[in-house]
């Protein structure tokens, strides 16, 4: 059973940093391509960032520069480091699994992060 666990999310004032993490079980992890997005309150969700399995990593244009994302492997876990963060970014942030060939597809419960004075 695959199950994917984010953890991290809470309020933070305008400005500081958050550090979510996804554990992820029953899966080949290093062979999954981890995704980050997130979901604001009347929007679409949108990918945030991504990492490939040999670390090559891939930003949303709102976040570059201000957030990185890192995995590892034999910790089965992927994390994503925002820093500088603006009350735009406030939103459910998903942890994504998505491997090819065959196509699978998974997804965490969701961390709620709130940026606000």
């Known amino acids: 059973q695959v199950q994917l666990v984010e953890s991290g999310g809470g309020l933070v004032q305008p400005g500081g940093s958050l550090r979510l993490s996804c554990a992820a079980t029953?899966?080949?992890?290093?062979?999954?391509?981890m995704r980050w997005y997130r979901q604001a309150a009347g929007k679409q969700r949108e990918l945030v960032a991504a990492?490939?399995?040999?670390?090559?990593?891939n930003y949303a244009g709102a976040v570059k520069g201000r957030f990185t994302i890192s995995r590892d492997n034999a910790k089965n876990t992927v994390y994503l480091q925002m820093n500088s963060l603006k009350p735009e970014d406030t939103a459910v942030y998903y942890c994504?699994?998505?491997?090819?060939?065959?196509?699978?597809?998974?997804w965490g419960q969701g961390t709620q992060v709130t940026v606000s004075s």
């Open positions: 994504n699994a998505v491997k090819m060939y065959p196509l699978l597809d998974y």
């Open positions: 029953g899966v080949i992890f290093d062979r999954y391509i």
């Open positions: 990492i490939s399995s040999s670390g090559i990593t």
